[in-house]
């Protein structure tokens, strides 16, 4: 048992090791000056407004969001500096254990990460690459501009990318029309948009789990008289292809 805990140990050590190198491509990164200043997709000829432009409406609903996304994905979100390492320990643990990748352990920070190396291959190169990136993404940016990066660029399968051209393409909504089904629809997608989008059962049951630990969480008043409905979700949109 002493040699199994040494193993595992060493293992994270080496691992940590590795991510606080630094790493020397820099096209990854974007120049914390302008890559929040974004315009968001086009759908159907009506241009989104950028961030700075959404009605209040847009950005309670935005506000929300983030905090369901938070208590779902990583509830230490604001407490990290990119890898989460109690996550990472469990992750290892239970991967060792199956003698195969099982478990992320991934945080926010590093989903975002996996989404600009573009790059989601079950590997431990991928992974110690993913986690390098996460940590000078923290490095260089303050958590709002990391959870406004990652809402505009993580993926919601076929060929939408954001949560205003997933808004749009599903619901034929923009962000600031969504309902609290919705918003919880789009975060179930998060973990596996295409098998989700193949199988509504699979996908309703997942956001029934999702809507049962934001209640039992007690953080959010908005749910407290609602037991929400989910309708099937529109995979003929134009923006959607399966891949």
């Given at each position: ?15 940590i090791r590795f ?12 120049n ?5 200043n974004?315009?968001?997709p ?12 959404k009605s209040?409406?847009g950005?309670e ?9 938070i208590?779902?994905?990583?509830k ?9 390492f109690r ?5 290892i ?10 478990q ?10 996996r ?6 291959c079950?590997?431990?190169r991928?992974?110690l690459?993913e986690?390098?990136?996460?940590l000078?993404?923290?490095?260089n940016?303050?958590k709002a501009?990391i ?8 993926y ?9 051209d ?7 909504k923009?962000?600031?029309e969504?309902?609290l ?5 789009l ?5 596996g948009?295409n ?9 309703t ?5 999702i809507?049962r630990t934001?209640?039992k969480?007690g ?6 008289h609602h ?11 134009p ?5």
């Open positions: 048992m002493g040699n199994k805990n040494s193993s595992q140990e060493k293992y994270i050590r080496a691992y991510c606080l190198k630094p790493m020397h491509s820099k096209s990854i990164l974007l914390p000056s302008s890559q929040l974004f315009i968001h086009t759908w159907q000829g009506t241009q989104i407004k950028s961030v700075e432009q209040k409406n950005e609903v935005i506000v929300l969001f983030k905090r369901f996304l208590c779902i994905e990583d230490r979100f604001y407490k990290h500096r990119g890898l989460d996550g990472i320990l469990r992750a643990l239970k991967n060792l254990k199956a003698r195969k990748i099982v992320g352990g991934s945080t926010l920070t590093q989903q975002l990460a989404r600009l190396l573009k790059d989601n079950k590997s431990i991928r992974k690459r986690s390098r990136l996460a000078q993404l923290e490095k940016h303050n501009e959870l406004d990066l990652y809402l505009e660029k993580i919601w399968g076929g060929n939408v990318f954001g949560i205003h997933a808004a749009l393409t599903y619901f034929k923009t962000v600031s969504l309902s089904s919705e918003i919880i629809q975060i179930a997608l998060l973990r948009p098998l989700y989008l193949k199988n509504q059962l699979l996908l049951q997942r956001c029934e789990l809507q934001l209640k969480s953080q959010f008043s908005e749910l407290d037991n929400l409905y989910f309708n099937p979700i529109d995979t003929n949109a923006n959607h292809k399966t891949i």
